[in-house]
């Protein structure tokens, strides 16, 4: 039996394999470009992010001779704060906002104003920052607003990843955490963040 992760970073993926008692046995790294259209502006294809996980894991099924039924389980991670927009047809409906982007201030000066940094700290814990997914989405809404309109489900990196080798839509409450609309204590999504920046539920 082996374990593999899948980590979705900024500048590539890096794919491990090991044993249950944590031996690594292969590991393999497969990069991609950031796109700077404009000063301040950081984005990613998520397809890109896809084809370097079908490219890593290939290399460690080939170099490691492993049998691939006999890998049990997945772990994924990645980056924070990406918002990839999906479609109801499950197709990217724009390059991915990277946690990295700068254009995003006004929106997170507009979030701290309207929640409140007090409101803040008590449901999301933190003060807020412009690179947290809220804002992106935000940006989006308020600058394609044609985009905003499709959008069937917003996602984190990592979990686009998921849904391309599931079909799932699903998050964990640490990258959940990072985008301004969990109740981190909770656990859960805060209606009162949502009402608060008009955002439907439906779409987390």
Not at 68 to 82: D, K
Request: with cysteine.
């Amino acid at each position: 039996m082996y374990l593999m992760g899948i980590d979705v970073g900024t500048t590539g993926v890096k794919t491990v394999l090991i044993t249950p008692e944590g031996n690594l046995i292969a590991t393999a790294t497969s990069s991609y470009p950031l796109q700077t259209p404009y000063p301040n502006w950081v984005e990613q294809n998520p397809q890109d992010w896809w084809q370097a996980t079908i490219l890593s894991i290939q290399q460690i099924i080939k170099e490691s001779s492993v049998d691939a039924s006999r890998i049990s389980g997945i772990g994924l991670s990645g980056q924070y704060h990406g918002a990839v927009l999906i479609g109801r047809n499950h197709k990217v409906l724009r390059p991915c906002i990277l946690w990295c982007d700068q254009r995003t201030t006004k929106q997170g000066e507009y979030i701290v104003t309207t929640a409140g940094r007090e409101r803040l700290m008590r449901i999301a814990c933190t003060p807020g920052f412009p690179y947290f997914t809220a804002c992106k989405l935000l940006w989006v809404r308020e600058n394609e607003r044609e985009i905003y309109e499709k959008i069937f489900k917003i996602l984190l990196p990592k979990d686009y990843i998921r849904l391309k080798l599931t079909g799932d839509f699903a998050t964990d409450v640490t990258d959940a955490s990072g985008t301004l609309f969990l109740d981190v204590r909770e656990r859960k999504w805060s209606r009162e963040m949502l009402d608060c920046l008009d955002v439907d539920r439906a779409i987390l």
